[in-house]
Every structure is written in structure tokens, then in C-alpha cells.
């Protein structure tokens, strides 16, 4: 015998139950993701990137809930793993006989691009989509939260895998304990918070001379905490957010606990 099947008869048995429990386990998260109906069927007329499209009536659409890596439509200089996931996503809305869009609580964003989740056929989650294949990151952006809880689970089963993003060295977590930020965008950072700062308007975690976490005021209400601020003075923290610079300073807005892992005492 041949193929697959001779393969799979001659690894070992504890072997063939790990690989069954990983597609197992991708089954249970596609089904755990709640398909709600579209709002509104559309067309596609251009996809930008991996997140973002046009539709054929001049609207531009966001994707809700994740982030992917960016284009660089002028210049070329992409980040890794970009064109995959724009090509990913022309080939999963190329395969479609529908396209519908499922608004969340905020219809539009500063750039007025309408923001949405998009079904496919009724059943085809493509965000979900995206982070299974290592394509996208999980973020929670109030008050767009649909899904999000599942979401995390389905990047963190690519991650266990390492797909995509998560075997790209580029996006590897930085470590400010050691390391100065390199660039701006969409960062991944952890590091020890030397100094926090609570005022009318945000609670600030100084994580090293130069970078700073801010959670507005408006976004407070997400974080139910039993603790006060300022024991989390000394603790390592994962951050996920949009790093940027201002006065010479780095930082990066928290809008919610989904985006800020502290470590537990």
C-alpha cells in the first residue's frame, strides 16, 4: 500500500492521536463561532489587502475584529505574509456564489470605511477564515466585539501550530525589557511596567524611557478590575495594539483587556 494511508499506519499511535486532536480541535472552534445572518448582499468590485476591500457601489469595507499584514501600495515594501493574505482572500470571495456583510454597533470608522463581518455562502466566516490560517490577529476594538472571545481561540490554535504570522520572525513579540522599538504599525510587545500613571483622561503603564501603554478614560469601563493601577507596577505585561510615535515618544492605545495580558501574581 501507498500514500497518505501506508504513512499514517507506520506513525506512531500517539502520533496519529495529537494530529486528530489538532483537526478536532480546528472543527470545534469553526462550529464555536456564531454565523449571524447578513445584513446586506454585496458585490466586490477590488480587494486592497487582507482586511480591507471595495465594493462595486464605491463603498470601502473594513473587516471587524482582526488586523492583517499591511501593503505598501506605493512604495512595495510589504510586510511578510501581506500579498498571502490578500490573495487568500480573493481566492475565498472568488469561490463564492454570495457575499453578505453583518454590521456590528459602529457602522464606520475616522476613515469612513464601513466596518463589517463578512459571510460567505451563509456559512464561511471569513475572518475566522483569515486567523486559522495564521493570516490575521485577533483584536477587540470596542464597541465592535462580536466574536471575539472565539476569535482569540481560533489565533490561539494557529499559533500552537505556527502558521503564518506565527512563524514569521518579523512578527515576534518585542521585548522591551531588552529591546527599543524598531518601527511603528501593528505591534505585538511585552515587557515589565516601571511606572503607572492614572489621570482624568487615561491610566498610563510606562514599560521602559521610551514606550507607553494609554487606556482612555471612555474605555475604562472594559477592564473590571480588583486591583488598583498601581499594582501593576513590576508586572509583565503582553500588549497588542497600534505602536506610534508622539514627542518623541512611543506608544500604543489599549482599548481592551483582550489586547493587554498581565501576568498574575
Known sequence: MSGPGRDLKKAPMIGAFFIACVLLGDLVLAQDCVLPPAVETVHIKYVFDGDTLQLKDGRKVRLLGINTPELDHEG????????????????????????????????RDRYKRVLAHIILDGD??????????????????????????????????????????????????????????????????????????????????????????????KDMVNFSRGESWDQLRGRFIQARGWL?????????KIHHPQNLIIEPL
Open 76 to 107: 512595495g515594501a510589504h510586510e511578510p505574509l501581506a500579498l498571502e493574505a490578500r490573495q487568500y482572500l480573493q481566492r475565498l470571495i472568488g469561490q463564492a456564489k454570495s457575499i453578505g456583510l453583518y454590521y456590528s454597533e459602529q457602522r
Open 124 to 217: 464561511i466566516d471569513v475572518q475566522q477564515r483569515l486567523l486559522q490560517q495564521g493570516l490575521a490577529f485577533a483584536i477587540a476594538i470596542p464597541p465592535d466585539l462580536f466574536n471575539q472571545s472565539c476569535y482569540q481561540q481560533v489565533e490561539n490554535m494557529a499559533r500552537k501550530l505556527h502558521r503564518g504570522v506565527w512563524g514569521e520572525p518579523y512578527y515576534k513579540s518585542l521585548s522591551l525589557d531588552v529591546h527599543a522599538p524598531d518601527r511603528s504599525g501593528f505591534r505585538l510587545l511585552n515587557g515589565t511596567v516601571r511606572q503607572v500613571s492614572v489621570t482624568a483622561s487615561a491610566v498610563w503603564l510606562r514599560l521602559n524611557s521610551r514606550v507607553t501603554l494609554r487606556i482612555d478614560s
Open 244 to 252: 506610534y510615535r508622539k514627542r518623541h515618544q512611543w506608544r500604543m
